[in-house]
């Protein structure tokens, strides 16, 4: 199956006519008909929109065949050759060692994910990297919340143990909190000093060491204001062998197109190939339910949670009961592998750190 015959299928499926896909993309009717005749193709950033707006992967619709339609092989024999290249093939195996088998077995059986450790960043937050390996490279991460949860300080912590931790590369774009702020929020979590007090002699003495080692650190924070998701697509494919990638406080983003949303984020996965969160703070609404935790359904915007392969949530339950304990919970409502459920983790108000 060819891309006009993956067009023409995918397009059939979600019941839409050449016309109304022509005026999505913004395209002529005759363009749509002669993609899907197979007389020219669309161009990247239409190839990108037909994605999204179709509710296929980039992979499936734009996927080269093995051989073109018209060509026929007679035989097995010229089928290995077209395979191969002509080489011999001697002998087809998998060999696993024995632990490396039981291993994947173990964590199959604890509903544990299976995964390549060379995709995998670690967040430095226990109870989620146990479970889940880490941040998977190539995946896009919506972390939602309401007000004054903590979705921002989450990313400041995992950007802190990425960075300071792991000399990994961030490129942390604050969309509302000046960059000035953020690092007064990095210092604390660093120093673990309360900065809301005053200092003693030790005091300015670590903050002092600290800007020092920040200094020698890859963490970019723009704050750039009235950024758009172009703005940042361009920003982030001109850095190099970046780790991870944060969009803080989504809703500021200037969006002058839905779809673009989609095909932008879908295409900056793989172009940097490092993950990336989106902060998102809820609507109110979700309080006037008795239960508070978050859930899916409590985001308006049904295009981003679409294009969203993991979506978590931060609840706290200090935030409606000021007896309850510093816990707090990452819900895992949507996640790559199908693995859901709750990762708890230790808030420290005064020194901003997340354990």
């Known amino acids: 199956m060819g891309f006009e015959e993956r067009l023409r299928h995918a397009r059939q499926k979600k019941n839409l006519s050449q016309d109304t896909l022509a005026e999505k993309l913004a395209v002529s009717r005759q ?24 509710e296929v992967s980039l992979d499936w619709l734009w996927a080269e065949e093995l051989f073109r339609p018209d060509e026929s092989l007679n035989d097995c024999d010229e089928l290995t050759d077209k395979i191969t290249g002509g080489r011999e093939i001697t002998q087809f195996s998998l060999r696993m060692a024995d632990t490396e088998v039981e291993d994947i077995i173990a964590r199959v059986i604890a509903g544990k994910k299976v995964y390549d450790s060379s995709q995998i960043v670690e967040t430095g937050i226990n109870s989620f990297d146990k479970k889940y390996g880490g941040l998977h490279r190539g995946e896009k991460y919506l972390l939602g919340s309401r007000t004054s949860m903590g979705r921002t300080l989450l990313a400041l912590n995992i950007t802190c143990n990425l960075v300071f931790g792991q000399n990994k590369k961030v490129l942390f774009y604050t969309l509302e909190t000046p960059a000035e702020m953020l690092l007064k929020r990095i210092l604390a979590i660093r120093t673990g000093l309360d900065l809301s007090t005053d200092f003693n002699e030790e005091d300015r003495k670590s903050l002092v060491v600290e800007g020092k080692h ?5 963490l970019i924070i723009d704050d750039t204001p009235d950024l758009n998701l172009k703005d940042i697509y361009r920003k982030s494919v001109a850095e190099k062998n970046l ?18 949303v989609i095909s932008l984020l879908s295409h900056l996965t793989r172009e940097c190939n490092c993950p990336i969160i989106m902060t998102y703070a809820l609507p109110p609404e979700l309080e006037t339910r008795e239960d508070k935790i978050p859930k899916i359904a409590d985001i308006p ?55």
Not at 243 to 260: E, K
């Open 301 to 355: 915007d049904s295009q981003l949670t679409r294009c969203m392969e993991n979506i978590f949530f931060i609840y706290r339950p200090k935030y409606y009961d000021r007896n309850a304990g510093n816990e707090g919970y990452l819900v895992i409502a949507r996640e790559s592998s199908g693995i859901k459920g709750k990762c708890r983790f230790e808030y420290e108000a005064e020194t901003q750190r997340i354990k």
């Open 243 to 260: 780790d991870l990638i944060v969009i803080d406080q989504y809703r500021f983003l200037s969006i002058n197109n839905p779809y673009d």
């Open 31 to 54: 363009a749509v008909s002669k993609w899907e005749r197979g007389e020219c193709y669309p161009d990247l950033n239409n190839v990108l929109n037909i994605a999204a707006i179709l």
């Open 214 to 218: 920040l200094r020698g650190k890859s």
